[in-house]
DNA sequence: CTACCGATTGACT
DNA sequence: GTCAATCGGTAGA
């Protein structure tokens, strides 16, 4: 079984659930079937303090959800795409985990009929991806993650991450507050969207 | 109402 | 590596 996460997974420091959550897996399902992943990246968006936040300039009808309680999912559009939060911390304070990758597990040939696309690295490499991947769009904006239906996180059996493997860099795509390092990936996974530059070899 | 723009992606050189 | 398509949300007239 996936058994979803709890709410108290949600309400501590939104860097801290942030690299809670890589190691854990993304459940979706839907009338077509069950997609499932691994999320290997990460990044966290901090309250009104945090320039890159949508939340920074107070609430609006668009980020709503954000200011609601953790445990909920934040379901926004961009660049006529959709990315997938996790909303953290206790109602009032806009925090939210962006999840920018995940490993497929499991429901790969529904993500390939969803994507158009056939090659495992590009189901669900990248936020707006994922979620054409997993099937998640705005009306899923404000679900209760903690519910164990249609859209939850859960444990992988067994699997624990070894903090030794999470990188830490700055996020991708944001102009305001890029300098801060609140992108959290796995090291050594191949699914993660964006590397800093590597040296060479 | 219009104008601008972004927590992106995919096609192309 | 570069670059333009894309469209809902927001601000401003």
Redesign the pocket.
């Known amino acids: 079984m996936k058994e979803p996460l709890s709410h108290d997974f949600y309400f501590g420091d939104v860097e801290d659930v942030a690299r809670a959550m890589l190691g854990k897996q993304l459940v979706r399902v839907t009338a077509n079937g069950m997609t499932a992943g691994r999320i290997v990246e990460v990044?966290a968006?901090l309250s009104r303090q945090d320039p890159?936040?949508?939340?920074h300039?107070?609430q609006?009808?668009?980020?709503a959800t954000?200011f609601g309680t953790g445990g909920h999912a934040?379901v926004?559009?961009?660049?006529?795409?959709y990315?997938l939060?996790a909303v953290t911390e206790p109602e009032g304070v806009p925090c939210?985990v962006?999840i920018?990758a995940v490993e497929p597990l499991e429901g790969l040939d529904l993500m390939r009929e969803r994507?158009r696309?056939t090659n495992v690295l590009?189901l669900a490499?990248?936020?707006?991806?994922?979620?054409?991947a997993f099937g998640i769009d705005?009306s899923l904006d404000g679900w209760d993650l903690t519910r164990g239906e249609e859209l939850w996180l859960a444990d992988e059996d067994g699997t624990t991450v070894n903090a030794a493997n999470i990188a830490v860099a700055q996020?991708?795509?944001?102009?305001?507050g890029a300098d801060l390092p609140l992108r959290f990936f796995m090291a050594d996974s191949r699914f993660v969207?964006k590397r800093p530059r590597q040296p060479k070899s």
């Open positions: 990044e968006y890159a936040n949508h939340g300039r107070g609006t009808r668009r980020n954000m934040y926004y559009s961009i660049h006529a795409r990315c939060n939210a962006l920018r994507r696309r590009d490499r990248g936020p707006a991806r994922l979620c054409e705005r996020r991708v795509g944001v102009s305001a969207s």
